[in-house]
Every structure is written in C-alpha cells, then in structure tokens.
C-alpha cells in the first residue's frame, strides 16, 4: 500500500501492484504515443514484451511499467507527446501518414540542403522514447563476475525446473529473470505451478536466483551479461539453459494497435492477479486452449462476453454464456477513435461487427528465442520450454500494425518491397522494424510472414541466412540497456605517478597526463627552467621512463638481435642510442642500451613505450629460444636527469668520488653514491647540455631530488619539466616518437640511418630494410627554420606545408629557439620530381614560410653535452 | 567478449589480462619477396588460427595459442 507520483497527482497502489496497473486501476488508458504517427498506445502484451508500457520511472526512461513494482514515492511521467501524452497534438502526423513514406527522412530533406537543419530540430522533439537526465547518474553500477555451471535465463516453469533438475545433478545454478517471478505469466493453473516452483528453489542452497536481472545477449565464451538496478552481473557459465518461454502472437490487422486491444495474458493478469477489469465488453479471440483460460479469468472478473472466435476443435468447449460463438472467426479489422469501439470477425468471406470496448486475443505462441539465436554453433545454449515451441504465426491481415516501436504498418512494408527490398533482412533495414526497444519480439514474426508470403516459401538452394524469409540475425542487446549499464565498471583514468609526485605538487608544479603517467610540465616560468638547463643547472624527474635488466647466456644475442645497431662492440660501462623496429622496418621505438660489467645489459626506452618494450623483449626471446630474463624494473627504479654546464659541479659536491669523463664518459654510465643514494650516472645528450641521468631505488627519490635542488642553490638550481624539455630537445633536432614521426617511419625517412648497421647477420626489421633500401625515400623527417611565423610560434605545429599550394609536408614540431632567436621546426616533407622542396608555404598562415635546414639547430657539434 | 585465453604459465585467464601478438609467423624469410609476404600478407584464415598472446596483466610471458577466427573458441 502507498502511493506514486504521477504526472504531478498522487496515484495509489495495492499490494502485488505494478506501475501498469496501478495506473490502469486509477483510470490511465494512453500510456504512449507512437514514434511517428503520435497513434494513442495502451496496454497491451503485460509480460514485459511490446513497448507500449515503457515509462519513464525514477527517471529511468523505457521502463515497462507492467513488469516494474510500484514503491511508495516513485516518480512514473509519461515521456511522449506534446503538449502531453494525454493531448498530443503531433498526432496531426497519423493524418499525414501517406505523405511521410518509408525512408521520409532521406527522401524528404535532401533539398534545400537548409531544411533538414530545421526539420532534425523539430522532428528529434516530435520523437524517441524520453529524455536522458542531464546529470550522470547519482550512482554508479558495479560489476560482478560470477561463475557457475549452468545458467538459466527465465524463471518460469521451464527455467524453474531446469534449475531444479541441474542442482539436483550436483551442478551450481543461478537462474535470472528480468522480471520479479511470476510477473508475466496469466493467472491460474500456469502461475500455481511457477509460485510452487519457486518456493521450492529457492530453498535449495546451491541455486542462486537472480530475478529482476535481464540477460541482455549471450557472447562467446560463454559470457552472458544480467543488467540490474545498480549492479551488471558478468556470468561465466559452462552451459545456458534459455527458458524465455513465449510471447502471445501479435497479428496484424487494421486498427490492432488501439487502446482495448489486449493480448490474452496481459488481460488475465489484470483480471485476474490486479482485480482490474480491462473492459465491460468483450470479443475474445482464443486460438488455443490458453485462450479459453483467460475467457474463463474473465468471465469471473466480471467481463460481459460480446463474442468469442475459436477454430472447430475447441468450439464445443466455449462455456454457456460466452455471447456468440463464430467458429474459425478471424479478426478483419478493429474501429475506434480514441479507443476501440467495435470488432469485425470474418468467417470465410462473411463479416459481422460486434460493438465492444475490449478485444483479447490469444492466438497461439511466439517463442523468445532471440537469445538463444545469438548464440554460436557449437555453443553449449539449449532452449527449453515455449522458448523451444514452434512457430505459429497466423498470416498478416489485409493492414495494420507490425512494428509497435518504430510505427511501421503492413503498407509501409508493402512499399518498401516495391521499391526493390526484396528480403526480411532489408526490409528490417530500410523500415527499421524489430529494432525499436522490442527488438522484434512483437514484430519479428510477422515481418518474416510478410516476406515469405510475397515471396513464395523460401528457395531452397539459397544459403538459410540468406533465404529472403529467413529470421532476421539476432544481436545484442536483447532489451533496452541504460547508459549506466554500460559504465559499469568503467573507472577513472589511472595515472601513475613518480616516486618525486609529492615533491612536484609541493613545489607548484603544473602537473598533467604523458604517456600514461601525471607529470610536471612546468613549475612557474618554463623558460627560466629551459635558462638553467642552457646557462645553470637544472634537475628534470625522467622516472618515467622505461627501465630494464637483460640477463642471462643470451643476453648480448637478445640485444643484438632487438636492435638494428652494432651492440657486441659495445664495452663495459659504454652506452649507445639504440632504435627498435619492427618487422616492417618500421620505428617503434627508442633508448639507451648500457652495457654493465657482469655481462648484463641495462636499458631505458621511452616513458610510453615502456610496456611494449617489455613485451617485444620477452617475444624475441622466446621465439628465439634465447636464454635470458628481462627484468622490468620501470616501477622498481627512478631517474633524475641533472643537466647544464655545472651538472658535474652539482655532482661532485654530493659524490665522494670525481665524476670526470674517464669515471664517467660519454657515452657511458658508472655505478656511483650521490648524497648517499646508489645511482646508476648515465650520460645522456637529449637536451644538449652535459647531462647525468640518476637512475636509483625508487623510495630514495625524495631525499635524491631535495638534496641535489637544495646543493644547486649555489648555481641558482631551477627543475624543469615538460615545456621546457620541450624546446631543449627541439634544439637539438631529437625527435619525439609519436609526435614528430608517423606509424610507418623507417630509420633513412627519420634522416637516422646512422642507427642501423646493416653489415649485421640479422635484427627484427632487416628484412624490410634490405627491401626497402632498393627503393626511394619520399618522405623524410626535416629541421625546419621558420620565417614570418606568427608571435606564438606554437601555433603552426600540425599546419600542412605547401609547394604552389599543393600540400607536400607538414609542421609536426614548432617553438622559437631562445638559444637562436629564431622561429624552428621539425616537420616531414614529400618529394617530387624535382627532389625535396627546401622552401615551403606554412598553410593557414599568410606570409610565413618554412626553410628545409640540417640540425641539430643548437651546438651541431655535440661539444657542449660531451662538456 | 568472454574469452578465456590458456596461458602456459598461469592457466586459462581473462582476455583482457593479455596483449595481442597476432598470426604466428615465421621470426624470418628467406628472401625480401617472402619477407615481404611474411610480414604483410598473413593467412588471416577464417578458422583455426595459430597465434600469440602476451600475459601482460599477469606473468608476462608468451603463449602460442590456437584460436578459431569464428567461434573465438581455443584449444
């Protein structure tokens, strides 16, 4: 007992009430509009199939109101229709019908170009199923992995006893269903049977009964997703029992979408389990021993019976009382306006109308197999059930309704066809029936028999997918699934941090997202931090690159095989630029090998390519057989890189030995103590200045980094980050990998063919180079100066590099070198006949032109890094 | 969706534990043609396909494993 609001009232419900019928008890009928024709639309299947129910609940939109269970305080609006669902003045559309053709859209709007801009605005208002609320959801779902032997989706009969009959073989069961159990199923015999079910199952330990969560498709593996409120449940079975049972027939006749026009169990159930009479008079329609039941349910409830078609086998079991009797009657058409005021039942070529404000029709079962369907071959998913029933769809009248969602009609299908589509499969396409929200559950049937009938029965030499009458394919999802169902799981972005994080953020660092790590891209005045690497000292938290110790009797044949340069003339404590390539010749990736005196090799490779370096490494290794252990040491260890003309200085201040270039040469690395913190010191040369990499244990970092910014004072010590490196590099002509190179650079279009050595007996990529190097360079990465470039040089990166206006290149890195005071670049640029330009348009900026020039821009003799 | 990939180390896993290594291929061709073919041209067979997965998410090592291209199923 209690209440909901809705529309703005107070609407009451009894116990065992749902949203359908709590608002049918108060006297709602129009619980819809249809998407295009605004057609009033009421209840009609009550087991959760067609979508004339779907409100919006909580603001959830596309709720089925006659599967939902009212709770005290629910908020139910209907979405549809304007001014309101009740009023709809869109229903003008319905008037309209013969001048808005399948495919109207697309054979309305093409000229003026204008209109549709116009016409999406109104025509997105007039349609859909509700609004998404503005705000994400307040909660958000979690995910669940689960894995049981068998699961049953349906929890009716079949399912129950499937269920039973699987624990009872000692198996673990969970059974779901979208429903509370029992929800869509007609009172009687059927509905005792399942409540007896359920009380048994749920008290057997090893069934877990998930109702009110809807499999939603059934994915290889097998995986079967169950959407629920706040939770999505990703069960693992070993095998699926589909027990979705069976949707009564939705034939197809003129008028058999207005409101009074019932299937039969929807009707039993409001009779019978709500107490609600669906109408005061009615035609019934019983093709099957079912549809004598729920004459009987309403009879009971107090439903005078106007009539009653039966085929001859069950005529003689139509109760006394029952009106007339029309054997083998069929239902020609339904009249009415706002709703349905009578009924006309053919027998052969004879008619008679019956007045009534209520048609219930019961003609027989259409499984709900789309699960099932979706499944694989081979796949371990068995029907059972009405789900496993046969198919008994009775031909289509001369007109109606097929597709409730998409307001498709039997005429709309007739046109498509003769416009030429020709196949259930197209014509599912171009109409769009059985894809609105009952994803063909009402409507599949019927839009089949419409192919097969216009086709004759199905060519048999026509491979069965194809056949023009056959079953539409079956996707996921099967049900309407919220957005929130979809994040489930769905976390915020992980950014992993250096050990210095902390210290960063202390020191007023701009911190944001590189290559899957937060990092400091300036701490104030990033030109200043690029002065003290150039004039001063500076430290720069490089922690983020890729780290890793290459072990073992293979190692040196690991390395020489990984990359294209000379390694086994590489002494001990000596480094080297190594390139990693690809099968293909291509770039993947670049670094530092150092070569460490007990025969192991130390290597970094860029900060985001740290991962795939560890796994082409340990490829390698295992293709080859090699015997060699890779150890990933990226999370292990930090590095520090201190650069400028006083590193050394910094340096020997905090080490008890002399850091000089016969301890520690360029390009080598020793093992040396700074501020009492074990460091690996690695000469390196990226921003152009002497430089030491520090790579040490990553929990000493902290008291690393403040003892050398606290020594460095004396040299006026600024850290520098991102933006400044930024420029530095570009200086130097160093190439970002990603920013300044394509997916399919190789060594000689990178202008890095004194990386490779092709005297070598093999590395990954030599093949490819061997081929390649018969053919010419096209395209090759440039150094770039830059005149009439715009103040903020920064703005011509990406810009297209013309020759008479033709594009042949790009900027792909652009910034005014203060070291120059020039305006440069780096940028990839296409040969022609004549050879590679050397000048260049800057497209979009008038006036500014690019020079091809050599780099490294800034000390091109190397003098200043080997300091 | 639902894969369970058999790692030679730590037993059938999730899919998305792993990394993706492709058709297994031959490491080298004997000539630029057949490298050429090797790298670029793969079998890409609608069936039973021999292929590499790297247990990124968990061991890191390889696993050779073969996977029907139309049912995702492995053995």
Redesign the interface.
Known sequence: MGSIRFEGRDVSFTDGDTVASALFRDGVRTFSRSLKYHRRRALYCGTGDCPNCLLTVDGTPAVHACQAPCADGMEVVRPHGWPSTERDLLHVTDSLHRLMPVGFYYKTFITPRFAWEIAEKMIRRATGLGALPPTTAAERSVVRYVRADVLVVGAGAAGLDAARDAAAAGERVIVCDESPIGAAIAPGAALDRVRALEAEVRAIPEITVLDGHTAVGI?????VPLVADRELV?V?PERVVVATGAAEIHPVFPGNDLPGVWLGRGAARMAGVHGVRPGDVAVVVAGTEEGLAHLETLRASGVRIAAVAVPTALADRVPEGSGEVVVDGVVHEAHGGKSLSSVVLRRGTEGKRFDCDLLVLSLGLAPRDGLARMA????AVELVGDAAGPDATPPNGHDGTVCLCEDVSLHDLRQAWDEGFRNAEILKRYTTTTMGPCQGAMCGRALTCFARDRNGAPAGDVAAPFAAAARTTARPPARPVTLESLAAAVHELIDKRTSLHDVHVAAGARLDRSGGWLRPFTYGDWRDEYRAVRERVSVMDVGTLGKFTIGGPDASMLVDRMFPCRTDDLAAGRTRYVLSLD??GYVMDDGLLCAVADGTYYLTSTSGGA?RA??RL??LA???SLDVHVL?RTAQWGAINVAGPHARDLLERLSDVPIDASSVPYPGFADVTVAGVPCRAVRTGFVGELAFELHHPRSRGPELWEALVREGAAWDLRPHGLDALELLRLEKGHVYLGQDTMPDDTPAKLGMSWAVSMDKE?FVGM??L??LAELPVTRKLVGLELDGAPADVADVRGAPLLVGGAMVGRVTSAERSIALDRAIGLGWVRASDAGFPSVLDVSGHAGARARVVPTPFYDPNGERLRG | MAIEIPCAHCGPRPYTEFRFGGELRPLDAPDAEADFARVFLPENPAGPQEERWFHALGCRTWSAVTRDTRTNGVG
């Open positions: 994915y290889e593996g097998l995986e990703r693992h694989l071959p081979g796949e099968e293909a991962a560890d796994a340990r490829d295992d293709r080859m990933d093999w093949r490819a061997e081929r």
